[in-house]
């Protein structure tokens, strides 16, 4: 008998796949690895279960409690507390130490202190490259300059405030009035009368007096975070009125700008007319001098002519 083909007798063997059924031999293996079986889940004892603990009252164990009073308690100090202690220690020993300073101060027993005080004038904010010559040159449009006293520490720098004395008290007050916030070296400087010799009970900033805020410190995260949300409030607060009022809001603005324009420009025109003003002294004051000159060559040659009617 002749032998079947070889591609016969291998589909003898196999099950025919069932119709609409997909084989999956063939298929590569990361396919394969999809549908490979789950393993079986993992064998566990049984629970067993526990006894429960018997839970009674304390009562019957009362006589057995201490009767004595209980020890002293150790007192704990925290970092902000060791903090807030040091702090009002050191502000306290600062009074007690100002204290005394003020009953030994004395502005009229101070040697330095020199000249009529109701012709001083007093400088703050100096910057420290300006020198006493600088500072006389730039106050003396006030008028005459009798001292100058610029203040230096024991190191010999310049602490940045400084007395001049004028010769008039009239002069004082031009300089009292015009001086403050003149720029001199980049600073603008702050001027005030002298105190300490003037006002009775009057004390300097050293000693906890003297004017304004003084020095304020830099502000922590914390504040300056607090602060910076209450003017955001504050501006959104702004904005949110300006928007209710409206129409009315934005009148004012308009007629507010207006009116400044209008000062702007008169004194604009009031600057032109001063100009002009000056030009006419100025061309004045050049015809003076022609006229002079002309009058003085005209007597020359009148003296000339005569000399020679003589000769």
């Known amino acids: 008998r002749a032998a079947a083909p070889r591609s016969l007798r291998r589909a003898v063997g196999r099950t025919p796949p069932a119709s609409g059924a997909m084989s999956a031999q063939g298929l590569p293996a990361h396919i394969l690895a999809l549908f490979t079986p789950r393993p079986p889940p993992q064998h566990l004892p049984p629970l067993v279960p526990k006894k429960l603990i018997k839970i009674t009252g304390c009562a019957e164990y009362v006589d057995f409690f201490e009767t004595d009073a209980p020890p002293m308690r150790e007192s704990w100090e925290s970092p902000l507390e ?9 502000a306290e020993k600062h009074k007690d130490e100002l204290k005394k300073l003020i009953s030994e101060y004395d502005p009229h027993k101070d040697q330095n202190a020199q000249g009529d005080p109701f012709k001083t004038l007093f400088v703050a904010r100096i910057s420290y490259d300006t020198t006493e010559k600088k500072l006389k040159r730039e106050f003396e449009v006030f008028g005459s300059i009798k001292r100058v006293r610029m203040v230096y520490d024991h190191k010999g720098k310049p602490r940045g405030y400084a007395f001049i004395e004028y010769e008039h008290e009239r002069d004082l007050k031009n300089a009292y009035k015009q001086g403050d916030g003149k720029k001199i070296d980049g600073r603008r400087v702050m001027v005030d009368v002298e105190r300490g010799r003037t006002v009775e009970g009057w004390l300097p900033r050293r ?6 805020p003084g020095r304020v410190g830099k502000p922590s995260k914390k504040k300056a975070k607090r602060l910076e949300a209450e003017a955001r409030a504050a501006k959104e607060k702004e904005r949110s009125d300006k928007d209710r009022g409206g129409d009315k809001d934005r009148d004012r603005d308009r007629d507010r700008d207006r009116d400044k324009e209008r000062e702007k420009e008169k004194d604009r025109e009031k600057d032109r007319g001063e100009k002009k003003e000056k030009e006419r002294e100025k061309d004045k004051e050049k015809d003076r001098k022609r006229d002079r000159s002309r009058s003085r060559d005209r007597d020359r040659d009148k003296d000339k002519k005569a000399k020679k009617a003589r000769d």
Do not use: W
């Open 207 to 212: 000693l906890g007096g003297g004017r304004g």
């Open 82 to 90: 060791r903090k807030a202690r040091r702090h009002k220690e050191k």
